[in-house]
């Protein structure tokens, strides 16, 4: 029998307030991740889970980037 893969949950915490870089501070996605989240894969919203691990633990020079400014990202 074959198993379906479960869709990857949300990583919402109901804090939705977006800083100057449309981030959300309560989740750590941009405001397009998050409109785009029940259209992404589990493929793609693994690697949007990665990305926001990534900018909720910066470093001291850490620059983040708007999803259009992300390396292999097309641009529009």
Same mark, same amino acid.
């Given at each position: 029998?074959?198993?379906?893969?479960?869709?990857?949950?949300?990583?919402?915490?109901?804090?939705?307030?977006?800083?100057?870089?449309?981030?959300?501070?309560?989740?750590?996605?941009?405001?397009?991740?998050?409109?785009?989240?029940? *259209?992404? /894969?589990? =493929?793609?919203?693994? $690697?949007?889970? &990665?990305q926001e691990a990534a900018r909720? *633990?910066? /470093?001291? =020079?850490?620059?983040? $980037?708007?999803? &259009?400014?992300?390396?292999?990202?097309?641009?529009?």
């Amino acid at each position: 029998m074959h198993s379906v893969e479960r869709p990857v949950r949300s990583p919402c915490v109901g804090v939705c307030t977006l800083d100057e870089h449309d981030i959300c501070l309560g989740c750590q996605r941009t405001a397009s991740e998050i409109s785009r989240w029940g *259209r992404m /894969g589990n =493929d793609e919203r693994r $690697q949007v889970l &990665a990305q926001e691990a990534a900018r909720a *633990r910066p /470093g001291p =020079d850490a620059v983040i $980037q708007s999803p &259009a400014e992300q390396p292999g990202r097309p641009s529009r």
